[in-house]
């Protein structure tokens, strides 16, 4: 088969490999389509270490074999993959929420092969999780790779009282950004805003006709002032920060309305993740500070309902296609703001 292989940082060749045979447990599929993310750019360009040589998590696949002794699946399935893998044993597990297992959970794309390539394997411990989610047949395949990064929005929203919010910012208007935004009006948020600074993304969103109530750019505006210009001075019940930039949280705790809720989404550089913050903002104003990281199965569930139901429209998100043969060029494209993309999916 052919595969995306990372010889070393920065070096990625695609080229043919043995196609894996499903051990006992297994499940071997066939790939129809694997969508690149931010964390990928970091990983293939050496900023990131994962145990393999083949990345790729956002996955839409098929059930090509199984090997012994797999139950509830068969061969033709139409699936997505769940990314995370517990362990299996902590308290965590037992609840469901592999994504904050306390032995550290395993990943699709990290510690097992992903979705680069035309084959890959799902291990015994992600079957037994039931990893494989069935998909409809007339689900577009690059949209079923949106259900992964959905998930996690989902999860990060879980913490919020959606139903009372009226005004929802969301620092950041990359993908992430986006789909945190397209879930609040998913989940009938009157007014959702998206702020970044690059005008470049905003003309996309514009473009791409998403609905988003306001496209701001706060490097053009203070965005403290803007959100108390626009909530009677009250403030926004919720803010997102989805976008790597530390900096952001105490800006959005300004902006944030008594009572409000500020979703760190983003993580921060490991090297220097530190960010001082008026502590008493959050005593005073009675502040809700949630964090988010991955997601787990019943996430992913409401995250195919609102694609299949057409809450949130996926189509109009891919905005980029490639051969895997042409991997490194779909890297290029991602990575360049010029290019206009949003989603870039890998068709093998």
Known sequence: MKAAVIKKPGVIEVEEVPTP???????????????????????????????????????????????????????????????????????????????????TFKAIGYQFNGGFA?????????????CLIPVPEDLPAEVGTLIEPLSCCVNGMNYIPMEDMEHVVVFGGGIIGVLNSLVAKATGVPTVTIMDVSQERLDLHKKLGLPIDNLVNS???????????????????????????????????????????????????????????????????ELNVHGATSSAYREYLTARDFLVSGKIDGKRLVTHRFPLEDFNNAVKTQADPSTGALKVVIEP
Not at 90 to 95: I, L, R, T
Not at 118 to 130: A, H, L, N, R, T
């Open 21 to 103: 045979e499903p051990a006992d447990g297994e499940v071997l599929l066939k790939i129809e389509t694997c969508a690149l993310c931010g964390t990928d750019q970091r990983v293939l360009s050496g900023e990131k270490h994962v145990d393999v040589p083949i990345v790729g998590h956002e996955i839409t696949a098929r059930v090509h074999s199984l090997g012994k002794n797999v139950r509830g699946v068969r061969e033709g399935d139409r699936i997505i993959v769940q990314t995370v893998i517990g362990c299996g044993r902590c308290q965590m597990c037992a609840e469901h929420r592999e994504n904050l297992c306390e032995n």
């Open 118 to 130: 035309e084959y890959m394997i799902m291990p015994k411990s992600g079957v037994d999780q039931e």
């Open 219 to 285: 490097s053009e505006v203070d965005p403290v002032e803007w959100v108390m210009d626009h909530t009677n001075g009250r403030g926004a019940n919720a803010v997102i920060v989805a976008a790597s930039v530390k900096f952001l949280v105490p800006i959005g705790m300004k902006a944030l309305r008594r009572g409000g809720h500020i979703s760190i989404f983003a993580g921060m550089p490991k090297s220097d993740p530190a960010q001082s913050i008026d502590l008493n903002l959050i005593h005073y104003n």
